[in-house]
């Protein structure tokens, strides 16, 4: 086929790309006269005497019957051909239908239509030219048919945050030809830019050195990916969100001292392992003192290794721990723990783990790796050492949702709380990632204190995109 067969969104995709002529054929399978003139369509798009200018589409009227209401184009019967151009300027896009006309035809009758529209709208070029790139379309007058302008403008959404979640619903919105400007936050990249390997993002590995990628390498090309589709990255940290449910443009992001206007808001500002804050604790980060057992537990098969914290992710980092390492000491700070009563039990059951209650990390031993903790005794403040290989702290996780604190509701530890994770009697909307304001959308460890994966924070981003892009075209 010398002509592309268009579907919906190739369609949005031109409106708002493309700036060329275009003949497009409304058909469908089951209509006869459709069937007879593709051959013909097929063939005037192979020599038709415009071919620099004009390009060919076919689409499905049974798929685009709302093409009528949407874009203006009367289709009374099929099959049925419009000359269009389309006028996307970066910003603005709009298109203009010029001729239109339907049935049968044939290849003269074709081309004298197309002649005649191009004679009259430039007079002085000769209608037998192959070549008119530059034609002069000033001159282009009301007489033809169907004159008509749609007016469209992208719609824009903003993406705070650029971890996993962040970018994940960039490239997927960026893909859907949404305006999408990341704000990437103090940390681009996010929570994985502060660690080294990651071997458990599928795809992300390379299987001649059987080697996972490095955490910001990853980061990097997620990036890259959502630039390369068009989403553009901001270095800031969003104060607040602005609401108007009566502005044509709904939200508007607070940029420290600026303001910027978006139809709709995805969340992906992630949250933030607590750490122990005691000195010396960053420059350990990766170098023995981790934050997440899942990640990188695996680096200490045969190790003696400690975690410290009393609720369950320390139960369960505990546990998971011992599948590698030789012993695991449990560090807590008091006698009583927080963890449910059946964690905890699992965790005394296991025989690598070995509870080192009423002690709390004041130090860590080691020069550029952790070798060990000194620990303050709570009830007799004696201080000890333990020689160890590695740390894992799980003291808990801060969601960063402070910026929209008093706006979005929020469980008892900050987490925001998206529709699919609420009580069904409490739903307000169909949409699972949605927040209970229309138009924020949620994603990632912002909402999620169970897995706290990459792969299911990029999984919450490409949630939360499709349900921003199906709810934008809904408020059309
Ligand atoms: P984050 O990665 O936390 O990103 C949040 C983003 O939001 C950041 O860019 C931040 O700058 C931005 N932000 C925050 N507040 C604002 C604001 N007000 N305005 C604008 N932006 C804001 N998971 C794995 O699957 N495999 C691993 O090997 C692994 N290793 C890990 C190692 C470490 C040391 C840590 C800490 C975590 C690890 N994880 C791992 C967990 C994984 O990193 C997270 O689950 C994942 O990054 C969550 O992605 P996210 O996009 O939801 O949030
Ligand atoms: P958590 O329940 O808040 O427990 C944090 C623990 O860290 C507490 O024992 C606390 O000690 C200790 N801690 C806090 N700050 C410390 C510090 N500076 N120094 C030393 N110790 C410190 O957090 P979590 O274990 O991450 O659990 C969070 C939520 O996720 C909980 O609701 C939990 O049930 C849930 N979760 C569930 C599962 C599961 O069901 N499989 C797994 C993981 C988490 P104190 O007790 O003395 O304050």
């Given at each position: 086929?010398?002509?592309?067969?268009?579907?919906?969104?190739?369609?949005?995709?031109?409106?708002?790309?493309?700036?060329?002529?275009y003949v497009i054929m409304f058909g469908a399978s089951w209509c006869g006269p459709c069937q007879i003139m593709k051959p013909v369509y097929d063939e005037l798009a192979t020599s038709h005497k415009?071919?620099?200018?004009?390009?060919?589409?076919?689409?499905?009227?049974?798929?685009?019957?709302?093409?009528?209401?949407?874009?203006?184009?009367?289709?009374?019967?099929?099959?049925?051909?419009?000359?269009?151009?389309?006028?996307?300027?970066?910003?603005?896009?709009?298109?203009?239908?010029?001729?239109?006309?339907?049935?049968?035809?044939?290849?003269?009758?074709?081309?004298?239509?197309?002649?005649?529209?191009?004679?009259?709208?430039?007079?002085?070029?000769?209608?037998?030219?192959?070549?008119?790139?530059?034609?002069?379309?000033?001159?282009?007058?009301?007489?033809?048919?169907?004159?008509?302008?749609?007016?469209?403008?992208?719609?824009?959404?903003?993406?705070?945050?650029?971890?996993?979640?962040?970018?994940?619903?960039?490239?997927?919105?960026?893909?859907?030809?949404?305006?999408?400007?990341?704000?990437?936050?103090?940390?681009?990249?996010?929570?994985?830019?502060?660690?080294?390997?990651?071997?458990?993002?599928?795809?992300?590995?390379?299987?001649?050195?059987?080697?996972?990628?490095?955490?910001?390498?990853?980061?990097?090309?997620?990036?890259?990916?959502?630039?390369?589709?068009?989403?553009?990255?901001?270095?800031?940290?969003?104060?607040?969100?602005?609401?108007?449910?009566?502005?044509?443009?709904?939200?508007?992001?607070?940029?420290?001292?600026?303001?910027?206007?978006?139809?709709?808001?995805?969340?992906?500002?992630?949250?933030?392992?607590?750490?122990?804050?005691?000195?010396?604790?960053?420059?350990?980060?990766?170098?023995?003192?981790?934050?997440?057992?899942?990640?990188?537990?695996?680096?200490?098969?045969?190790?003696?290794?400690?975690?410290?914290?009393?609720?369950?992710?320390?139960?369960?980092?505990?546990?998971?721990?011992?599948?590698?390492?030789?012993?695991?000491?449990?560090?807590?700070?008091?006698?009583?723990?927080?963890?449910?009563?059946?964690?905890?039990?699992?965790?005394?059951?296991?025989?690598?783990?070995?509870?080192?209650?009423?002690?709390?990390?004041?130090?860590?031993?080691?020069?550029?790796?952790?070798?060990?903790?000194?620990?303050?005794?709570?009830?007799?403040?004696?201080?000890?050492?333990?020689?160890?290989?590695?740390?894992?702290?799980?003291?808990?996780?801060?969601?960063?949702?402070?910026?929209?604190?008093?706006?979005?509701?929020?469980?008892?530890?900050?987490?925001?709380?998206?529709?699919?994770?609420?009580?069904?009697?409490?739903?307000?909307?169909?949409?699972?990632?949605?927040?209970?304001?229309?138009?924020?959308?949620?994603?990632?460890?912002?909402?999620?204190?169970?897995?706290?994966?990459?792969?299911?924070?990029?999984?919450?981003?490409?949630?939360?995109?499709?349900?921003?892009?199906?709810?934008?075209?809904?408020?059309?």
């Amino acid at each position: 086929m010398n002509y592309n067969t268009l579907e919906d969104k190739d369609f949005i995709n031109l409106i708002s790309t493309s700036s060329d002529y275009y003949v497009i054929m409304f058909g469908a399978s089951w209509c006869g006269p459709c069937q007879i003139m593709k051959p013909v369509y097929d063939e005037l798009a192979t020599s038709h005497k415009y071919q620099k200018l004009v390009k060919f589409v076919y689409l499905d009227r049974d798929t685009t019957r709302h093409y009528n209401q949407d874009y203006g184009f009367e289709i009374p019967t099929i099959p049925r051909f419009f000359l269009v151009k389309f006028e996307a300027n970066g910003i603005f896009s709009h298109f203009n239908i010029k001729i239109s006309f339907g049935g049968s035809q044939s290849l003269d009758s074709f081309n004298q239509k197309l002649d005649d529209y191009f004679s009259i709208s430039n007079p002085q070029k000769n209608a037998n030219t192959t070549e008119s790139p530059n034609i002069d379309f000033s001159e282009i007058t009301n007489t033809l048919t169907n004159m008509n302008t749609i007016t469209h403008k992208k719609p824009t959404v903003a993406i705070i945050g650029s971890g996993p979640s962040g970018l994940t619903a960039a490239i997927y919105t960026a893909r859907a030809e949404l305006e999408t400007t990341i704000y990437t936050g103090l940390e681009p990249g996010g929570q994985l830019t502060t660690t080294t390997e990651i071997e458990n993002f599928p795809g992300a590995w390379d299987a001649t050195t059987k080697a996972g990628m490095m955490g910001p390498d990853l980061m990097q090309l997620m990036q890259k990916q959502a630039e390369h589709f068009g989403a553009k990255s901001v270095l800031t940290e969003i104060r607040g969100i602005e609401i108007d449910d009566k502005a044509e443009t709904k939200f508007t992001l607070d940029i420290g001292g600026k303001k910027e206007k978006f139809d709709a808001v995805i969340i992906a500002s992630g949250a933030s392992a607590k750490y122990l804050g005691i000195a010396g604790e960053e420059k350990f980060v990766g170098k023995g003192y981790h934050t997440c057992a899942t990640c990188d537990g695996f680096f200490y098969r045969g190790k003696i290794i400690a975690v410290i914290g009393g609720g369950d992710s320390a139960m369960e980092e505990a546990n998971f721990l011992t599948k590698f390492a030789e012993k695991v000491y449990l560090i807590h700070r008091r006698e009583e723990f927080r963890a449910s009563k059946i964690m905890l039990e699992r965790a005394r059951e296991n025989p690598k783990i070995e509870f080192v209650l009423n002690k709390a990390p004041i130090d860590f031993m080691g020069d550029e790796e952790v070798t060990g903790l000194v620990l303050k005794d709570s009830i007799t403040s004696q201080t000890s050492e333990l020689n160890l290989d590695g740390v894992f702290v799980a003291i808990g996780h801060i969601p960063n949702t402070g910026f929209v604190k008093g706006q979005l509701s929020m469980d008892e530890t900050g987490y925001l709380i998206p529709q699919a994770k609420r009580p069904p009697e409490e739903r307000t909307s169909h949409y699972g990632t949605m927040s209970e304001i229309p138009g924020i959308f949620i994603a990632g460890d912002v909402e999620d204190k169970t897995y706290r994966q990459a792969i299911t924070a990029a999984g919450g981003g490409c949630k939360a995109a499709m349900d921003t892009e199906k709810w934008l075209a809904d408020q059309e």
